[in-house]
């Protein structure tokens, strides 16, 4: 499958160098064509793979991952372009914190509204999944990092998209289809987005980003 990585950051290195251990094309893409980060991931994945600008891997992509940096995610995507994301799955990685203030980040929206929700409305033709946000980037494609079940969850308001992101999850990364939370619409990315601030407190005190939540429904 072409698979679209926009990011070269570490959530951006850790799909793309799995994704390409399974053997799918990918392109990683950046503000700048050749850029150092994403000739690094190159050199790591022995050059099977293809780096390139924002626009050049959204437009290769028959799915694309949005691991931007989520302050600046919708000015990446607009660098995309919306021509190259129209009608295709966005599997919407990123999260809106804001480090300006040191830490613990903040979010650059919430309560109201969400980064989930501004990218579905800013281009509304493509297929916006929040997905993977919840944890961090080594268990998203290494679930088994945390032993035992616990849970992912996803939204976005058109299903098939999210079945179809379900099962690229259990195909590419392990995630069992029974651990996958669906939330409903793009709404729901307001929570899965404002849990950072647990997140990152949890992250603190554990010690390790290897960590994630499980569901425990009563009666
Ligand atoms: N770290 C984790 O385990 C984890 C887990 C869940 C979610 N997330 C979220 O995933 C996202 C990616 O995190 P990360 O640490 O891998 O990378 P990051 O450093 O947050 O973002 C890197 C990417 O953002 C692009 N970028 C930065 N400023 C930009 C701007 N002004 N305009 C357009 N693009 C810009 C960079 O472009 P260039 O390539 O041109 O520099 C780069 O490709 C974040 O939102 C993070 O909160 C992270």
Sequence with gaps: MKIAILGTGMVGNALGTKLVQIGHQ???GSRTANSDAGQEWLRLVCGKAQIGTFTDAAAFGEIILDCTNG?????ALHQAGAANLRGKILVQISNPLDFSKGMPPTLTVCNTDSLGEQIQREFPDTRVVKALNTVNCDLMVQPSLVPGGHDLIICGNDAGAKREVTARLVEWFGWKKENIIDLGDITASRGTEMYLALWVRL????????????IVRGG
């Design 26 to 28: 990918i392109m990683m």
């Design 203 to 214: 992250w603190g005190v554990l010690g390790t980003p290897h960590f994630n939540i499980k």
């Design 71 to 75: 302050a600046n995610s919708l000015a």
